[in-house]
């Protein structure tokens, strides 16, 4: 690995430092593991740059057609 230095404006920092002290994790993974989503995200998946791709989460079928949405939202509150 290489070092380097980032700057970040302070409310950046304080909340991925909040981030970090929550997972247990050091900071600089945390943006290790951001660099890597991004770079996974813009098509570039070389082995000896991303040694594995961000998580994928599959939440299963889609029940409801997207026009229909809207109602069955609010559909609690016609009832009122």
């Not at 050091?26 to 991303?50: D, M, Q």
């Amino acid at each position: 690995m290489e070092k380097m230095q980032i700057l970040f404006p302070e409310p950046q920092l304080k909340i991925l430092r909040g981030i970090a002290k929550k997972n247990d994790r050091p900071v600089s993974e945390l943006v290790r593991a951001a660099v890597s989503f991004w770079i996974a995200r813009n098509g570039i998946f070389e082995a000896e740059i991303i040694s594995e791709p961000p998580p994928v989460y599959h939440c299963g079928e889609i029940l409801v057609n997207a026009d229909k949405l809207r109602s069955l939202a609010n559909s609690d509150r016609e009832k009122l």
